[in-house]
């Protein structure tokens, strides 16, 4: 699926940008109405961004919007861990009885740069029940305090996996 | 019903569960045993009430007035970027400087490995000096 990544560098992105450009003014021109009008611009620039997307695979190169969805997947990825994860902490807060049981354990992520990682944990400390205490000098191992460590350590590691994907698709 | 009581109503409804969300994350900081859990409390559900409150804010505006408030958003963003370092660095220095985790904590792979690597020191240390000795 990578077989063309490398090849789509600064200018491949440019020449589709352009590109969109294009197909943004010519809609304008067709459309031939009697002042330029900023709304008429961006709906062909929209339409532009589907042909462009259609078309980019006769370039050979990716996507040039494709980091920006993956930042917005990121985005909703993000807020419903949130809200699931503020669910689940607020029922155990509120429970009658404190039946959590708290605990430190070690993740070691397949995340490699200081970005990532910094992304990473700023992620995971967002959402409830989990704040990261200790990252390792080698910036791989991150010591995890989890709310309850019993019932939830499964769905946060699904969780950090989601997270791990999501941010290796915005930066690679 | 018109677009506008849909909206106000829908601002009413955020700005309210983002203050029934700080009221619970006030709830938890009393409640929870120790500093760490505590700071679960303390950073992340204070997050979302302010995410919650902020949004619905700025949604009124936005419906209502006609204003874009870029102040709410960026409230918003900074909030989220400098809360989750605030909790890292608490409980970072809560745990070097020794503060015991909650009796209800089942384990601490942290202190585990810490312990390992001030052996590690030790024995380290111990046979450099030992080396130095025979030196001499």
Same mark, same amino acid.
């Given at each position: ?8 560098? /600064? ?18 021109? +067709? +459309? ?7 709304? /008429?611009?961006?709906?062909?620039? $929209? ?17 040039? @919007? ?5 930042? #917005? ?5 993000? $807020? ?18 404190? /039946? $959590? ?9 397949? +995340? ?10 700023? @992620?995971?400390?967002? /959402? ?6 200790? #990252? ?20 946060? $590691?699904?969780? +950090? ?12 | ?6 909206? =106000? ?20 900081? &009393?409640?929870?045993? *120790? ?15 302010? %995410? ?12 209502? =007035? ?9 409230? &918003? %963003? ?11 660095? &608490? ?12 009796? &209800? ?9 810490? !312990?390992? %690597?001030? =052996? !590690?020191?030790?024995? !380290?240390?111990?046979?450099? !000096?030992?080396?130095? *000795?025979?030196?001499?």
């Amino acid at each position: 699926m990578n077989k063309f990544r490398g090849t789509g560098g /600064t200018g491949a992105t440019a020449a589709q940008f352009l590109l969109n450009l294009f197909i943004a003014f010519l809609w304008m021109l +067709l +459309l031939d109405e009697d002042k330029f009008r900023v709304t /008429t611009f961006a709906a062909g620039f $929209i339409v532009g961004i589907f042909i462009v997307f259609f078309m980019h695979r006769f370039f050979g190169t990716q996507f040039y @919007l494709r980091r920006m969805f993956a930042i #917005v997947k990121l985005m909703f990825i993000f $807020i419903s861990e949130l809200v699931k994860s503020s669910w689940s902490v607020i029922g155990q807060i509120l429970s009658p009885k404190l /039946t $959590i049981r708290p605990g430190i354990f070690r993740y070691d992520t397949v +995340l490699e740069s200081e970005g990532e990682v910094t992304t990473l944990s700023l @992620l995971l400390t967002l /959402t409830p029940g989990s704040v990261v205490m200790e #990252v390792t000098e080698d910036g791989r191992g991150l010591y995890i305090h989890a709310m309850d460590i019993e019932s939830s350590k499964q769905a946060l $590691i699904v969780q +950090l996996k989601n997270f791990e994907k999501a941010i290796m698709e915005v930066t690679r | 019903m018109n677009a506008d009581t849909i909206v =106000e109503y829908t601002a009413a409804i955020l700005m309210v569960t983002g203050g029934l969300m700080s009221l619970v994350s006030a709830i938890g900081l &009393i409640r929870l045993p *120790d500093v760490y859990t505590r700071s679960h409390a303390a950073t992340k559900s204070s997050t979302l009430a302010v %995410l919650l409150t902020l949004l619905g804010g700025f949604l009124y505006f936005w419906a209502l =007035e006609r204003f874009i408030s870029v102040r709410l958003l960026l409230g &918003i %963003l900074f909030v989220f970027l400098t809360a989750p370092v605030a909790g890292h660095v &608490i409980i970072r220095a809560a745990h070097r400087s020794g503060v015991k985790l909650a009796d &209800i904590s089942k384990k601490d792979e942290l202190a585990e490995a810490k !312990e390992r %690597l001030m =052996e !590690e020191q030790n024995l !380290e240390r111990l046979n450099r !000096e030992k080396k130095n *000795d025979s030196g001499v």
